[in-house]
Structures are given as C-alpha cells and as structure tokens.
C-alpha cells in the first residue's frame, strides 16, 4: 500500500513562492508516477502536473509557466515550486501516486493513491 504525506503548504502573498513536499511509502512507489493536483472551494479538483520516475513530466496549460514539478528518487519525494502565486491558486492541494501507464484524469477520478492535502491560501 502507498502512503503520501504533504507538507509546505500555507498562507503567502499574491506574488510570492511556496514549494511543496510530497514524501511516498510503500514497496511500489519508487516505480509510480506522482504528481499534484488541486481543488478550490466549490471548483472540480484540478492535475496540475506529473512526473515519472525517470523525469518526464506533464503540466496543466494553467501554470505550466509558474509551477515547476521536480522529484527525488531516492527519497521517493515529489516536489511542486509554485512561482507567481496569485489569489485564484487558492486552494488545497493534492499529491497523487498511479502506476505507469495508468491515465490520470483531469478531475481525479481513478488516480490509485492521494495524500491527506495542504491548504495554500494567497492573499495580501
């Protein structure tokens, strides 16, 4: 079973940076492909972007010129810098964990392992 815990999450001013941690457990992680997604109050949770384990990565049109997603193998951690913040990325934010291959849709829906959240709140 696959464990994710994320951390580095909170309150930052509109045009600030915040990074996010994503630490997995379990025997398979090292193998899946993680990434982040998002989800503002009354909005349908968002993928932001992902990487497999030996670096590709995808980002959402919406911030791929703000987010960068890198990953550490051997610490079997995800990271997601967020540049740029603005009040609309407002939200808690998801870490997610599938095996290779496997479809990762837009909403979620499917994506085999989630870790509990971190809120991101932007605001001056």
């Known amino acids: 079973q696959v464990q994710l815990v994320e951390s580095g999450g909170g309150l930052v001013q509109p045009g600030g940076s915040l990074r996010l941690s994503c630490e997995g457990s379990?025997?398979?992680?090292?193998?899946?492909?993680m990434g982040w997604y998002r989800q503002a109050p009354g909005k349908q949770r968002e993928l932001l972007a992902k990487?497999?384990?030996?670096?590709?990565?995808y980002y959402a049109d919406s911030v791929k010129d703000r987010f960068t997603i890198t990953r550490v193998n051997a610490k079997n951690t995800v990271y997601l810098q967020m540049n740029s913040l603005q009040p609309d990325d407002t939200a808690a934010y998801y870490c997610?964990?599938?095996?290779?291959?496997?479809?990762?849709?837009?909403?979620?829906?499917?994506?085999?392992?989630w870790g509990q959240g971190t809120q991101v709140t932007v605001s001056s």
């Open positions: 997610a964990a599938d095996l290779p291959g496997s479809k990762w849709a837009v909403d979620g829906a499917g994506v085999r392992s």
């Open positions: 379990g025997r398979i992680i090292s193998m899946m492909v």
């Open positions: 990487i497999t384990n030996t670096g590709h990565k």
